[in-house]
């Protein structure tokens, strides 16, 4: 067994990074993608290794030559590199490839090495390794039937992405058994390549192959070995965090991306906080039904955007804003806003980000930090404060303070004559239903009063960016209208608030299976030795652990594709807390079994 590596080609599309070297010089966490190749297949007892090279050949070969590889390694030269596609590189290595069975690769591919394992133990002589197609994915696909024979081979161009569901992606590494390369691969290769000239692709005489009624190539899929395609920047900013050694800086890579997790489609996000149980599928196929229509048109000025969203709250369009997420909002609002602002701690965070100066901490020691609206006054009567802030359900303890004493908390606020705002992102998850501020009548008993709703969170929403303030003091409502873009919420946001209304039966149902599946993680949590778990009104969990870091469980989980969230750098008193997300019962059953092995 021999290997064929093809790198002549240039990596235009990573700029920068290969001005001066061939791409598989590329260093993805300090290693180049061809020593990491290299060093791998040394460990396979192969016959030789030959390189096609060309751009900035002599850097590569001079590099190559100084690894410790003790497989031969033999280099084929394509001077017309810049002119030529990898069906002449490979065309100028068939000598080779007729000699004895072969695995061969493209240089720009970054894989573990039991993809390869997975090749060579597989009694089949002729291989096309494959994955299952995922969005971050492109160019060439298949389709396979149950005996892996390739029953069709799609180029990029031609992929149906309605179809993705059936489709495979090509890894760029086979294996090609000897007789196969000798009597079938290199006639053909060498056929359309007199045909169709130097500007093709070896793939594209691999399909008309596949398409032969008998075929020696069977696929082989991945069973998740990673890998990754190095095509331009973000592919290589991807694959750092993948192929990342250390699991405490893998976890880091991950979640200081704040999300785009569908680049990594095995992760299971325990971490970021949404309902999992809306929208419904049939809300998913009206969106999708409309998706054209919304990708080519504007959307709505604010007007309309506050007019939707002041008729699914039921409330006066000029005591709402609508906002590019809760975020924006927040951002905007809390600039306008001078004097001495009260919080509660440990919190979320973004309202004390962006009021940086004259803050007043009420810190909660409490071992479950519990607090009540009564501890709010007690604590806060006696300061010198202009606004206070209020996150309930909180996070990340989970603590839910009921309706009735939100509303004595509106009025204390009022008889001090300060400004309380308010952030529900998460109270309709809690067990108490109908306890939303964001009506007529409670709007009108202090003008002061904000609310903030993150619909995002609580919608299962978040790529749509969707958040909500009101208040009845029209000026400050007039006035972050007038501060955010007026095209701050993209068509596709507008249209999801446009047809809410007819899912709401569904929602409060999405809510009624959030509960379950809340309590039935909590309880499952509680049956796990050396972690306490604190009470939760919203759809997330904080747990205490003991005899461990929280950071390592953090990491021990990634390891097994689950992320979470490490919060003991937050809370900040010497001990260990984790938070998980409230996700589908089936999910929550997952996580439970991998903290169950760890503990």
Same mark, same amino acid.
């Given at each position: 067994m021999q290997a064929i590596i093809l790198a002549a080609g240039m990596g235009k599309r990573l700029h920068e990074l290969t001005k001066n070297n061939t791409k598989c010089m590329v260093k993805v966490n300090g290693? +180049?993608?061809?020593?990491?190749?290299?060093?791998?297949?040394?460990?396979?007892?192969?016959?030789?290794?030959?390189?096609?090279? !060309?751009?900035?050949?002599?850097?590569?070969?001079?590099?190559?030559?100084?690894?410790?590889?003790?497989? $031969?390694?033999?280099?084929?030269?394509?001077?017309?590199?810049?002119?030529?596609?990898?069906?002449?590189?490979?065309?100028? %290595?068939?000598?080779?490839?007729q000699k004895e069975d072969t695995l061969l690769l493209e240089s720009d591919i970054i894989f573990e090495e039991a993809a390869i394992d997975l090749l060579l133990d597989d009694p089949r002589s002729t291989l096309a390794l494959v994955d299952k197609f995922a969005s971050w994915m492109d160019g060439t696909c298949l389709e396979l039937d149950a005996e892996d024979s390739i029953v069709e081979f799609i180029p990029g161009k031609y992929l149906r992405f309605e179809e993705k569901e059936n489709y495979y992606k090509t890894v760029n590494i086979y294996k090609f058994g000897k007789t196969f390369a000798s009597d079938v691969y290199v006639p053909f290769l060498e056929a359309y390549f007199k045909a169709m000239g130097v500007n093709e692709y070896y793939e594209s005489v691999i399909k008309l192959i596949a398409m032969l009624e008998h075929c020696e190539m069977k696929a082989k899929r991945l069973t998740g070995q990673k890998w990754y395609e190095?095509?331009?920047?973000?592919?290589?900013?991807? %694959?750092? #965090?993948?192929?990342?050694?250390?699991?405490?800086?893998?976890?880091?890579?991950?979640?200081?991306?704040?999300?785009?997790?569908?680049?990594? +489609?095995?992760?299971?996000?325990?971490?970021?906080?949404?309902?999992?149980?809306?929208?419904?599928?049939?809300?998913?196929?009206?969106?999708? #039904?409309?998706?054209?229509?919304?990708?080519?048109?504007? +959307?709505?000025?604010?007007?309309?955007?506050?007019?939707?969203? %002041?008729?699914?709250?039921?409330?006066?369009?000029?005591?709402?804003?609508?906002?590019?997420?809760? /975020?924006?909002?927040?951002?905007?609002?809390?600039?306008?806003?001078? !004097?001495?602002?009260?919080?509660?701690? $440990?919190?979320?965070?973004?309202?004390?980000?962006?009021?940086?100066?004259?803050?007043?901490?009420?810190?909660?020691?409490?071992?479950?930090?519990?607090?009540? /609206?009564?501890?709010?006054?007690?604590?806060?009567?006696?300061?010198?404060?202009?606004?206070?802030?209020?996150?309930? $359900?909180?996070? +990340? #303890?989970?603590?839910?303070?009921?309706?009735?004493?939100?509303?004595?908390?509106?009025?204390? /606020?009022?008889?001090?004559?300060?400004?309380?705002?308010?952030?529900? #992102?998460?109270?309709?998850?809690?067990?108490?239903?109908?306890n939303t501020l964001i009506t007529e009548n409670i709007l009108s008993i202090y003008e002061n009063l904000y609310v903030v709703k993150s619909i995002s969170k609580s919608y299962g929403i978040p790529g749509l960016r969707l958040g909500v303030l009101a208040s009845s003091n029209k000026k400050m409502i007039a006035k972050l209208k007038k501060d955010v873009a007026i095209w701050n919420i993209n068509s596709f946001a507008e249209f999801f608030m446009q047809i809410f209304e007819k899912y709401k039966n569904e929602y409060a149902k999405s809510l009624e299976q959030l509960r379950i599946s809340r309590k039935e993680l909590i309880n499952s949590l509680k049956q796990l030795e050396k972690i306490d778990v604190f009470p939760s009104e919203a759809n997330y969990v904080l747990c205490e652990i003991h005899e461990n870091t929280s950071q390592r469980v953090a990491t021990e989980l990634l390891r097994d594709n689950i992320l979470i969230k490490d919060v003991a750098p937050k809370i900040k008193n010497g001990k260990q807390y984790i938070r998980v997300a409230v996700r589908t019962r089936e999910e929550n059953r997952h996580l439970i079994e991998s903290l169950r092995k760890m503990f």
């Open positions: 290693v +180049p993608l061809i020593e990491r190749t290299l060093k791998i297949l040394d460990k396979k007892k192969l016959s030789r290794i030959v390189i096609v090279v !060309g751009y900035k050949k002599q850097g590569l070969i001079e590099f190559v030559k100084n690894l410790d590889v003790r497989t $031969p390694v033999v280099f084929v030269e394509n001077d017309d590199f810049d002119k030529t596609n990898n069906i002449y590189s490979l065309l100028l %290595a068939k000598k080779y490839l190095i095509d331009d920047i973000q592919d290589l900013d991807i %694959a750092s #965090s993948i192929f990342e050694e250390s699991m405490e800086k893998k976890y880091e890579l991950i979640t200081s991306r704040y999300g785009g997790y569908w680049r990594y +489609p095995t992760l299971l996000d325990f971490c970021y906080l949404v309902n999992p149980y809306f929208p419904t599928e049939k809300m998913v196929r009206e969106l999708k #039904s409309n998706f054209e229509l919304l990708l080519l048109q504007y +959307p709505s000025g604010m007007q309309v955007n506050s007019l939707l969203a %002041a008729k699914n709250f039921g409330i006066n369009q000029e005591h709402i804003v609508i906002g590019n997420g809760a /975020a924006e909002l927040i951002k905007y609002f809390m600039e306008t806003l001078d !004097g001495t602002l009260g919080i509660i701690t $440990p919190t979320f965070e973004e309202y004390r980000h962006r009021y940086k100066v004259n803050i007043v901490e009420f810190a909660i020691d409490s071992k479950d930090f519990r607090y009540t /609206a009564n501890d709010i006054i007690n604590f806060f009567d006696k300061k010198e404060i202009n606004h206070l802030v209020i996150i309930n $359900p909180d996070n +990340p #303890s989970g603590n839910y303070i009921p309706h009735v004493d939100i509303l004595m908390l509106i009025n204390w /606020a009022k008889a001090k004559s300060i400004n309380i705002i308010i952030d529900e #992102s998460f109270v309709d998850f809690a067990n108490e239903i109908n």
